[in-house]
């Protein structure tokens, strides 16, 4: 049964990633990233992850999406084509990765399966999963995410003075 | 099989039968905004169809369902038919999790079942969140799929609206959730029983009562109603999104926005005011010795708190102005979002101290 749901996500998130970027109409691209966060979101579902499937679901799908879809509604139909012209370095690149890859899976072996079973049976879903991600943040991890959240502020602050063109302009007042 | 299949059974009966009381409600809804505001504005309201207009909802039901179905030339016809769906889903989906009653386990064919709650799943309001900010969906493609400017900039709107106002009401919640320490719904109700003064609006030791100002005004602003209804203002964008909508997609919309009232309602009501727990300790009903019908009570004092609420959304309507646009969103940054973090630091703060002194 977890193989079904397991085959199933991983094809469609691997078929809407494909869709992505052959997709011609952003909107639609747009839309095509939207059902693969579900699945990924499902993805954590079948691992007991269900506080990581929430979050998935709020930041990525409700809210960063929502901003791709906000500018990619400006971009009319009718004139997509200069957004698609990709140079021929980026195949070079693209090559260098998929041999990268062939060369990790012909490393480790293609063992998807074992790798699902191990993370689930790790995976402290009896406790509660939010409460075991808020126990590690804030007592193993406390460090690094104290780092993440300084490089989000840094991160805001930034937005703010690039958007902010005429904020060092204006007398101060 | 036959428990998996029995239980599959179960479960539809549930969501049946919760679907069906959401859409009474919701066609009870749309009559009762119009007799409310009609009675606030010292009129009678729909007065022709049935005694005192009471099949008026009926009516207009059927006169949608027989509407010409228009999709506007240079529409995407894909978006323009999906986007409807895609409120929709995100709209009903959220009554999953709600618990209408107490926590009962009724026994039925060797299976335990809770008969109040579809699922009572450990991460429920965060789930009823996430499926909320996914409405946001069936109305910027609405508003982008009509090829009309005034939808699309009805989309726009509400994609800022929502995600600014969001914000606040997953904010406004965290103080119950520290208080109450689950984000189950079931949990957070079960921990307000025995008298209003359990409730998490007034609970000792950090009563959350700026919190559920901050969580009403979001909501309002996130169902696109008045004063919010900046996505669908007529004097500037027709009817916003929904322009080029007609028949039975119009009604989809409807439906989403009302039923979006109803379940923002049920969680205030859930989160905040006690849920299924009556004002005072225990039921009437248990007391005149009728423990095994409890639930009726329970079940009447949720009805009436969320009720409760869906008429403040009417009050609202018929009290105040819309705001600007640059008034909605510095309200909600710069009035809202401050209250809602100060919320969050004292109720830890007097919670800390609570633990401390306990």
Same mark, same amino acid.
């Given at each position: 049964?977890?193989?079904? @749901? /397991?085959?199933?996500f991983?094809?469609?998130i691997? !078929?809407?990633a494909?869709?992505?970027? $052959?997709?011609?109409?952003? #909107? +639609?691209?747009?839309l095509?990233l939207?059902?693969? @966060? /579900?699945?990924?979101?499902g993805?954590y579902?079948? !691992?007991?992850?269900?506080?990581?499937f $929430?979050?998935?679901?709020? #930041? +990525?799908?409700?809210?960063?999406?929502?901003?791709?879809?906000f500018a990619?509604?400006?971009?009319?139909?009718?004139?997509?084509?200069?957004?698609?012209?990709?140079?021929?370095?980026?195949?070079?690149?693209?090559g260098?990765?998929i041999?990268?890859?062939a060369?990790?899976?012909?490393q480790?072996g293609?063992?998807?399966g074992?790798?699902?079973?191990?993370t689930?049976?790790s995976?402290?879903s009896?406790?509660?999963?939010?409460?075991?991600?808020?126990q590690?943040?804030y007592t193993s991890y406390?460090?690094p995410f104290?780092?993440?959240?300084?490089?989000l502020?840094?991160?805001m602050?930034?937005?703010?003075?690039?958007?902010k063109?005429?904020?060092?302009?204006s007398?101060?007042? | 099989?036959?428990?998996?299949?029995?239980?599959?059974a179960?479960t539809?009966?549930?969501?049946s039968v919760i679907?069906?009381?959401?859409?009474?409600?919701?066609?009870l809804?749309?009559?009762?905004e119009r007799?409310?505001?009609?009675?606030?504005?010292?009129?009678?309201?729909?007065?022709?169809?049935?005694?005192?207009?009471?099949?008026?909802?009926?009516?207009?039901?059927?006169?949608?369902f027989?509407?010409?179905?228009?999709?506007?030339?240079?529409a995407?016809?894909?978006?323009?038919?999906?986007?409807p769906?895609l409120?929709?889903?995100?709209?009903?989906?959220?009554f999953?999790?709600i618990?209408?009653g107490?926590?009962?386990?009724?026994e039925?064919?060797g299976l335990?079942?809770?008969?109040?709650?579809?699922s009572?799943?450990?991460?429920?309001?965060l789930?009823i969140?996430?499926?909320?900010?996914?409405g946001?969906?069936?109305?910027i493609?609405?508003?982008?799929?009509s090829n009309?400017?005034y939808?699309?900039l009805?989309?726009l709107r509400?994609?800022a609206?929502?995600?600014s106002?969001?914000l606040?009401?997953?904010?406004?919640?965290?103080g119950?959730?520290i208080l109450?320490?689950?984000?189950?719904l079931?949990?957070?109700?079960?921990?307000q029983?025995g008298?209003?003064?359990n409730?998490?609006?007034?609970t000792?030791?950090?009563?959350?009562?700026?919190?559920?100002?901050?969580?009403?005004?979001?909501?309002?602003a996130?169902t696109n109603?008045?004063?919010?209804?900046?996505p669908?203002?007529?004097?500037?964008?027709?009817?916003?999104?929904?322009t080029?909508?007609?028949?039975?997609?119009?009604?989809?919309?409807?439906?989403?926005?009302?039923?979006n009232m109803?379940?923002?309602?049920?969680?205030?009501?859930?989160?905040?005011?006690?849920?299924?727990?009556?004002?005072y300790?225990?039921t009437?009903?248990?007391?005149?010795g009728l423990?095994?019908?409890?639930?009726?009570?329970n079940?009447m004092?949720?009805?009436?708190?969320?009720?409760s609420?869906?008429?403040?959304?009417?009050?609202?309507r018929?009290?105040l102005?819309?705001?600007?646009?640059?008034?909605l969103?510095?309200?909600?940054?710069k009035?809202?979002?401050?209250i809602a973090?100060?919320?969050i630091?004292?109720?830890?703060?007097?919670?800390?101290i609570?633990?401390?002194?306990k």
């Amino acid at each position: 049964m977890a193989y079904v @749901f /397991f085959g199933y996500f991983a094809g469609v998130i691997a !078929l809407t990633a494909v869709l992505v970027v $052959a997709l011609r109409n952003p #909107v +639609y691209s747009a839309l095509s990233l939207l059902v693969m @966060f /579900f699945h990924v979101a499902g993805l954590y579902v079948t !691992l007991h992850a269900e506080f990581l499937f $929430a979050v998935q679901l709020m #930041v +990525y799908a409700g809210a960063i999406l929502i901003f791709y879809l906000f500018a990619v509604m400006f971009l009319t139909e009718k004139t997509p084509d200069r957004y698609h012209i990709q140079s021929r370095g980026s195949l070079l690149i693209g090559g260098a990765i998929i041999v990268e890859i062939a060369v990790l899976a012909g490393q480790h072996g293609v063992s998807f399966g074992s790798t699902v079973e191990r993370t689930a049976s790790s995976s402290p879903s009896e406790a509660g999963n939010t409460e075991a991600i808020g126990q590690l943040l804030y007592t193993s991890y406390l460090f690094p995410f104290e780092v993440a959240s300084l490089i989000l502020l840094v991160a805001m602050i930034g937005s703010i003075v690039l958007s902010k063109k005429d904020l060092s302009e204006s007398p101060p007042s | 099989m036959t428990e998996l299949g029995l239980r599959v059974a179960i479960t539809l009966t549930q969501i049946s039968v919760i679907v069906g009381i959401v859409i009474i409600t919701v066609l009870l809804l749309t009559l009762a905004e119009r007799k409310v505001l009609g009675w606030m504005q010292d009129r009678m309201g729909p007065m022709e169809v049935g005694p005192y207009g009471s099949l008026q909802p009926f009516a207009d039901a059927i006169k949608l369902f027989f509407k010409e179905d228009i999709v506007p030339a240079g529409a995407n016809k894909f978006l323009f038919t999906a986007a409807p769906l895609l409120a929709l889903i995100p709209a009903f989906i959220g009554f999953a999790v709600i618990p209408w009653g107490p926590d009962l386990t009724w026994e039925f064919g060797g299976l335990s079942i809770k008969p109040f709650v579809i699922s009572d799943i450990n991460i429920g309001i965060l789930y009823i969140l996430a499926f909320a900010s996914l409405g946001a969906y069936g109305i910027i493609l609405g508003g982008w799929a009509s090829n009309s400017k005034y939808s699309l900039l009805g989309g726009l709107r509400s994609a800022a609206q929502i995600i600014s106002y969001e914000l606040n009401v997953g904010l406004s919640i965290v103080g119950v959730l520290i208080l109450s320490g689950s984000l189950s719904l079931v949990h957070i109700t079960n921990a307000q029983a025995g008298g209003f003064w359990n409730w998490n609006a007034f609970t000792f030791p950090a009563p959350q009562i700026f919190a559920l100002v901050v969580y009403v005004i979001s909501t309002v602003a996130e169902t696109n109603r008045v004063p919010f209804d900046l996505p669908e203002a007529e004097s500037e964008l027709v009817a916003g999104f929904f322009t080029e909508y007609s028949g039975l997609r119009f009604a989809f919309f409807y439906l989403a926005e009302y039923a979006n009232m109803v379940l923002v309602s049920c969680v205030a009501s859930a989160m905040f005011l006690g849920g299924w727990n009556a004002p005072y300790p225990g039921t009437l009903l248990s007391l005149i010795g009728l423990p095994s019908l409890a639930w009726i009570e329970n079940t009447m004092w949720f009805a009436f708190k969320t009720y409760s609420f869906l008429f403040l959304f009417f009050w609202l309507r018929a009290t105040l102005p819309r705001l600007r646009y640059d008034q909605l969103m510095r309200f909600g940054w710069k009035v809202l979002l401050p209250i809602a973090l100060a919320n969050i630091v004292v109720t830890s703060i007097a919670v800390f101290i609570a633990q401390q002194l306990k």
